[in-house]
């Protein structure tokens, strides 16, 4: 092994680790305003990304299919949260996981009505295509650095609209005392709309960025939603920081995991064997991590303010 | 008068079906129609439904359920079809998990399962069974082709499957077949979408060459990221890794991978031409090679049923087995375990017209069985 194969491994998972994020953020800040436990974010991941798959095929750019995969997201953020969310706010949390895990099983199947059930075509955009050289002699793709750097700016994007926009006081407020932002006169219910499309929007970008580099189909959503929630029980339900951290954390013990288990492993065992016990504990590792956490801190590493 | 009208009437529809049949026969299809893995399903439903249709004969009805690539419901699905429908013959699945939850309860009951597509070893062994039949190949069959295959010029290869059954079998059968030294043998999660960490090893393995078994969504994830990465080593795989229902979606990042198959859309026989016609006439695309293995099982099930009634398993199972069929593939019979021996051929992915596909290069094996047929005593 050498420094060069470590630091591409460290660079996958600071990448996976920042995809992740753009999904946590989202999750996170709607339990943390709305105390709503949304299991479609996932769906909505999926939306962004055949919605910049659809696009990008009409117009031929990938970058208006970015734009538009936000514009898709944050719609149906909005709509579904007029419609179905709305109702949820006061009921508890087994009614919000039934209802948005139908919302799931509507969406799957609307995407497949409208679009069929074979994966859609997106590609990075030419901009991005190929590899560049990193110190050590290695090579890196360059819509992998994209990937860290937009994270980067949306995470920085986030931290500016919450610490210093009217729009962030009142979703800090808002998650520290929901009743008493409605008894000062902020109209809560256009505030909880705006969060849920934010979020979605977010997902929907994820889903974008990823669906050049993945397959965009049907149920692609789902098991990014569990790392997602692993993330947010990691870094602190309701915190996006604890959500950056916890992000981070998961991406690069992913990727790690998967590439030196089966190393270590193999010191003792047979390679055939190694690869596969190595394999079967390195997608393990991220919830022995998260137990861990849980043991010495419960409720996360950054738990929010209000209990 | 009459009486010679309803001859001539009878005469035409014989003509028209060729054979009349002694009774109605019933067939149960359970299929992935929902989830990731549609895509191979509903080639499956559609290759089936082609040559049903075909054979234009009313006396046949088929009756289609979602397993939603789940095992337990894939049982339910089964024996409410055995139970209610009263089916006689059993078929469509795409899984190795959800086949071996339901095939052998199913020939148990006494109704025959004719596999369009999943093909464990644990049935083609000692464990095969008389009302068990496999119209595709032994699951280990198109990646021993490739381990053949890589004999020629490679001398350390990188191999990498999912870690489940058929990604199991995939890796021993290639290992049957490769004489060279293996770079490393990674085993990835069911499903995983990012390959970061293993194309990383890759890079730094130093092989010659490489194996992937990565069907559907997995194969699309990792072609797309493979091309973008700047690793420049020569990849191969069976041809479920590159089969028509993903290349669209993978795109020319797939141009020039090599795989192993029974069957590709150039091959020159009539058989093949008519089925690539009908198909494309009918569904508006190109098959994949689950379409043609459905097609041959539903050819299959036609072709005993005008010799024999299912209800008369023994002779049922006779005429199935003599598979007296005009396949795409060219030639195939069944060998003593009930799986095909058939001729395996190298493909590469080609861009023709803007169209991505599968081409033939070269043949592989002939008249190829599986390594489990000897311990088969039927």
């Known amino acids: ?79 579904v949260e007029l419609v179905v969310i709305r109702r949820l706010y006061d009921r508890d949390h087994l009614d919000q996981v039934l209802a948005t895990f139908a919302l799931i099983l509507m969406f799957s ?45 949306v995470a920085f994007g986030l931290y500016l609209l919450i610490s210093r926009t009217r729009l962030g006081m009142r979703i800090r407020a808002g998650e520290s005392d929901r009743e008493m932002i409605g008894a000062l006169g902020v109209d809560i219910r256009t505030l909880y709309t705006v969060v849920f499309a934010l979020g979605a929007a977010l997902a929907g970008f994820a889903g974008a960025m990823v669906g050049a580099l993945q397959s965009v189909q049907v149920g692609m959503g789902e098991p990014v939603l569990i790392l997602a929630f692993v993330v947010i029980v990691i870094g602190g339900i309701g915190s996006i920081k604890g959500a950056l951290l916890g992000a981070l954390l998961v991406g690069v013990t992913d990727t790690m995991g998967r590439f030196l288990l089966p190393k270590i492993l193999a010191l003792f065992v047979a390679p055939a ?15 022995i991590v998260m137990a861990v956490i849980l043991a010495v801190k419960p409720r996360g590493l950054f738990p929010a303010a209000h209990a | 008068m009459k009486k010679m009208l309803a001859a001539a009437t009878l005469a035409l529809s014989m003509s028209t079906t060729g054979m009349a049949f002694a009774e109605p026969l019933k067939i149960g299809m359970i299929t992935t129609l929902s989830g990731g893995g549609a895509g191979l399903g509903i080639d499956t439903r559609d290759g089936f439904m082609l040559a049903i249709k075909n054979a234009g004969n009313k006396d046949i009805t088929v009756v289609t359920e979602d397993d939603a690539q789940k095992p337990e419901l894939a049982v339910q699905i089964a024996d409410k079809m055995i139970q209610s429908d009263k089916v006689d013959i059993l078929t469509g699945i795409v899984w190795s998990n959800l086949l071996m939850a339901v095939a052998p309860s199913a020939v148990a009951q006494g109704k025959f399962y004719v596999s369009t597509n999943a093909a464990p070893a644990a049935l083609a062994g000692a464990n095969c069974n008389k009302l068990y039949f496999n119209a595709a190949y032994q699951n ?84 797309k990221q493979f ?47 008519k089925f690539l016609a009908d198909f494309q006439k009918e569904y508006n695309r190109l098959p994949s090679i689950y ?88």
């Open chain 1, 109 to 153: 199947e609307g995407t497949r009505w409208l679009f069929g059930s074979f994966p859609l075509y997106l590609d990075i955009p030419p901009l991005l295509q190929g590899a560049v050289a990193l110190p050590g002699g290695t090579e890196y793709p360059v819509y992998r650095l994209a990937i860290i750097l937009a994270g980067a700016i």
């Open chain 2, 140 to 223: 280990d069959n198109l990646h021993e082709a490739m381990g053949e295959y890589a004999n020629k010029g490679y001398k350390k290869m990188f191999i990498l499957a999912p870690n489940y059954p058929a990604g199991k079998d995939s890796l021993t059968g290639f290992k049957r077949y490769y004489k060279g030294q293996l770079a490393a043998e990674v085993y990835t999660q069911v499903g995983q979408t990012d390959y970061a960490a293993e194309i990383a090893q890759m890079r730094a393995s130093g092989a010659d060459g490489i194996f992937v078994f990565l069907p559907g969504g997995m194969g699309i994830a990792f072609m």
């Open chain 1, 273 to 287: 064997q190694a690869g596969m016990i190595g394999g079967a504990a390195a997608s393990m590792l991220i919830y």
């Open chain 2, 227 to 273: 091309a973008q990465s700047g690793v420049k080593i020569p990849v191969m795989g069976p041809g479920f890794s590159f089969s028509q229902d993903v290349l669209p979606a993978i795109g020319d990042a797939a141009v020039g991978a090599k795989a192993s198959g029974q069957w590709a859309p150039d091959f020159d026989n009539a058989a093949s031409k």
């Open chain 2, 291 to 378: 379409a043609v293995q459905a097609y041959d099982a539903a050819q299959l099930i036609v072709a005993a049923a005008s010799k024999a009634s299912v209800k008369n398993a023994d002779a049922f199972g006779a005429e199935l087995k003599k598979a007296d069929i005009q396949s795409p593939r060219g030639k195939f019979k069944f060998n003593t375990n009930q799986h095909p021996i058939q001729d395996i051929y190298l493909t590469e992915v080609v861009k023709q017209n803007g169209v991505i596909t599968n081409k033939t290069v070269e043949k592989i094996f002939a008249d190829h069985g599986d390594a489990y047929a000897k311990d088969c005593k039927i």
């Open chain 1, 1 to 79: 092994m050498t420094l060069a194969l470590a630091l591409e491994q460290l660079l996958n998972g600071l990448q996976l680790g920042v995809m992740l994020f753009l999904m946590a953020a989202g999750l996170t800040l709607i339990f943390g305003v709305m105390g709503l436990i949304n299991l479609a974010h996932g769906s909505l991941y999926m939306v962004g990304a055949f919605a910049c798959a659809t696009v990008a095929a009409w117009t031929g750019s990938f970058w208006i299919g970015l734009i538009a995969s936000l514009a898709a997201a944050a719609a149906a953020g909005a709509i």
